[in-house]
């Protein structure tokens, strides 16, 4: 129901934009998500926004270096990576959730899309 994309190889100090589009019946989500999960590291959040869109929470490393923001017009929802760094390699995955739990819960959230690789070389 979530498709994740926009993963690839960048040099470090690079850009990238990651998409998640959500599909199938009526998606009406709380809050969405970005979280990543690195070689031999737990999964872990990266930055998440209300489905309305009022406010922004980011992981303390990522704050001034990534953009989470949604599409109004679709259900479709973005992370904009800048300034990229070797650290930043993982799988990212897009995730949503109906409920009113912490948005930093990640067992709370129920939709997840499959994981798009994203390596930063230096």
């Known amino acids: 129901q979530l498709q994740a994309s926009g993963g690839g190889l960048v040099q470090a100090g690079g850009s990238l934009r990651l998409s998640c589009a959500a599909s199938?019946?009526?998606?009406?989500?709380?809050?969405l998500g970005w979280f990543r999960q690195a070689p031999g590291k737990e999964r872990e959040f990266v930055a998440v926004m209300p489905w309305r869109g009022d406010r922004q929470y980011y992981t303390n490393s990522v704050k001034g270096q990534f953009t989470i923001s949604r599409d109004g017009a679709k259900d479709t929802w973005y992370l904009q990576m800048n300034s990229l760094k070797p650290e930043d390699t993982a799988v990212y995955y897009c995730a949503a959730k109906t409920n009113s739990a912490s948005v930093f819960s990640i067992l709370d959230y129920e939709y997840w899309g499959q994981g798009t690789q994203v390596t930063v070389s230096s």
């Open positions: 199938g019946r009526t998606f009406r989500a709380i809050d």
